[in-house]
């Protein structure tokens, strides 16, 4: 089992940028593979990023491709969401999850076990 928290969410103009901070807890991290995901206000938590378990392979949703860049540091136990050129249509909750099926990571939300509790993105127009 692993326990994640998130962080390094806010307020930020069209255009800036944050990043994310996705921290595990409990069972070595580097067994899992990770992703992260948004939900915005009435719609459906959606896939934004996933990495495999060395960090080596990574997948995005085209709407993020060239903007957001998610990496890992299996030492700190922790996973990132570098987030560039950010749109009004970022805006939503960002969580991180893990997962523990082989293979390439997954973008479907039922392939993931554990759950952050989200951190708030707000990008203001």
């Known amino acids: 089992q692993v326990q994640l928290v998130e962080s390094g969410g806010g307020l930020v103009q069209v255009g800036g940028s944050l990043r994310l901070s996705c921290a595990a807890a409990?069972?070595?991290?580097?067994?899992?593979?990770m992703g992260w995901f948004r939900q915005a206000p009435g719609k459906e938590r959606e896939f934004v990023a996933s990495?495999?378990?060395?960090?080596?392979?990574?997948y995005y949703t085209d709407s993020v491709k060239g903007r957001f860049t998610v990496s890992r540091d299996n030492a700190k136990n922790t996973m990132y969401l570098q987030m560039n050129s950010l749109k009004p249509e970022d805006t939503a909750v960002y969580y991180c999850?893990?997962?523990?099926?082989?293979?390439?990571?997954?973008?479907?939300?039922?392939?993931?076990?554990?759950w952050g509790q989200g951190t708030q993105v707000t990008v203001s127009s």
């Open positions: 990495i495999s378990r060395s960090g080596s392979s990574t």
């Open positions: 409990g069972r070595t991290f580097s067994t899992y593979a």
């Open positions: 999850a893990a997962s523990t099926l082989p293979g390439v990571p997954s973008r479907w939300r039922s392939e993931y076990s554990y």
